[in-house]
DNA sequence: TCTGGGGTCCTAGGACCC
DNA sequence: TCTGGGGTCCTAGGACCC
């Protein structure tokens, strides 16, 4: 007896612009996107019209004349979110959520009380149209790799099963790109030597398919993969790295714009670190040039850090040296800070001897763990009066203008 | 046609240790 | 002394995902 597709994988349908829609009629039936310099998410009715998440908006004008672009209502995108997956709940606690607006649920232990994952599937997906009023589409199957391909296939608000006895009739036809882990890069390679199916790729030897895609990939799409392809739903993650970035257009490389982007960066990112209790001992920073070629800095220090100032500061002695490095190039056009290596906040982060450079954190300025207090009290601050009341004078300036930190926190690509 | 933000994982070379 | 192999950590870059 073979096993059941008892893996689901379940996704909202163009999930901020299918909110859109719900909340204002008025906009039903018509292409929308959600963004404004670039598409965050199309409605069905836009990708007609050959529009895609991540498109410059000009361009998708272009496509789609009658394109109509709404603000994001991101509280209710959450709430929304939430409220499907909780929908999910009520069928297994063994739940594993990848983003806003989808999760993997292992119900092999619920189907003697709801019956076969087909039909659980299908039952959420009637609740979640009932109930939340989206749309939302389901694959069930051995596997989560599987499940995952299955409500690819099943878009838009539909329901795919995978009868184990026929996974690879069913994986044969279908575009080599709905593989995870194989994205534009890897397609075009793959077209090169003939292949656009997954059926082309597991005729292809393995060891070719690893020197072609290297070792991970290659080994990931062999054709036994499929069989051994985990199955395993996570019910927690725990986050490795916590990063912000700040896109700038084309602007030219003064300290001054560097110092006061960075302090912003370094703001959102250590102030999201302290609200985890965590800290980090590796800092890496990157910088694209206007060409959109980008290069990284980073450092591992010998304890992690979590407070804001000596963020800012290290990064900023990171992006300097690497623009030396490059000195041709006077225009950048983004700027990242990004915190791995995580441990758990200690009660009180002690001083740091942190000396990486000549510069600022001279005698006299705060300490490592003076400092790790007043980021403290200033979150306090923030969580009593509203994140706008209190800051570093050049973050507070600088967030006027910019997009809305709720905006970034919940961007995504369909 | 040159566009946002938050992440994960892999590769490869070099330093360092035993 | 110019010679081996294995393991771990760090850094930089790149592909990919949502």
Same mark, same amino acid.
């Given at each position: ?25 008025g ?58 997956i ?45 109930? #939340? $009023? &989206?749309?939302?589409? /389901? +694959?069930?199957?051995?596997? !989560?790799? =599987? %499940? ?14 995978v009868?184990?006895?026929?996974e ?7 575009? #080599? $790109? &709905?593989?995870?882990? /194989? +994205?534009?890069?890897?397609? !075009?390679? =793959? %077209? ?60 030219a ?26 800290s ?5 920073t ?59 906040e ?69």
């Amino acid at each position: 007896m073979t096993e059941a597709p008892t893996i689901l994988h379940a996704d909202l349908d163009a999930f901020y612009a299918s909110v859109e829609q719900l909340l204002n009629p008025g906009l039903r039936g018509k292409p929308i996107a959600v963004g404004g310099g670039v598409v965050l998410a199309a409605s069905y009715e836009a990708k007609a019209f050959g529009v895609r998440g991540g498109m410059p908006g000009r361009q998708a004008r272009e496509l789609c004349p009658h394109l109509q672009f709404v603000g994001g209502h991101f509280s209710e995108y959450q709430r929304l979110g939430d409220q499907a997956i909780e929908i999910i709940r009520d069928f297994t606690p063994l739940i594993e959520r990848i983003s806003i607006d989808e999760a993997f649920a292992d119900v092999s232990g619920s189907t003697h009380l709801f019956g076969k994952p087909g039909y659980i599937g299908a039952t959420i997906r009637r609740r979640v149209r009932a109930e #939340v $009023g &989206l749309p939302i589409s /389901v +694959g069930a199957a051995r596997t !989560k790799h =599987l %499940a995952k391909i299955a409500s690819q296939v099943a878009k838009p608000d539909g329901i795919v099963v995978v009868d184990p006895e026929h996974e690879l009739d069913f994986l044969h036809p279908l575009p #080599v $790109g &709905l593989v995870w882990g /194989v +994205g534009p890069v890897t397609r !075009k390679r =793959l %077209a090169e030597k003939g292949i656009t199916t997954i059926g082309e790729l597991a005729a292809m030897p393995g060891q070719s398919l690893e020197h072609l895609l290297g070792r991970a990939v290659g080994a990931k799409l062999g054709s036994l993969a499929w069989n051994r392809d985990a199955r395993d739903v996570e019910t927690h993650h725990r986050a490795g790295s916590v990063g912000a970035q700040s896109a700038m257009g084309r602007r030219a490389a003064t300290d001054e714009l560097i110092d006061s982007t960075l302090r912003h960066l370094a703001d959102r990112v250590a102030t999201r670190l302290r609200a985890k209790n965590r800290s980090g001992r590796t800092i890496t920073t990157r910088i694209r040039f206007a060409d959109l070629k980008s290069v990284t800095r980073s450092i591992t220090l010998p304890a992690a850090v979590s407070a804001t100032s000596i963020l800012a500061e290290i990064a900023g002695d990171l992006v300097r040296s690497a623009l030396a490095d490059h000195s041709a190039e006077r225009v950048i056009s983004l700027l990242a800070i990004s915190v791995s290596h995580l441990e758990e906040e200690p009660a009180l982060q002690l001083e740091l001897p942190i000396e990486i450079g000549d510069d600022s954190r001279r005698p006299g300025t705060a300490t490592g763990a003076a400092r790790w207090v007043l980021d403290r009290s200033v979150d306090e601050a923030r969580q009593r009066f509203g994140r706008a009341s209190i800051g570093y004078a050049s973050v507070v300036l600088s967030e006027t203008g910019a997009v809305p930190d709720e905006f970034r926190e919940l961007a995504e690509k369909d």
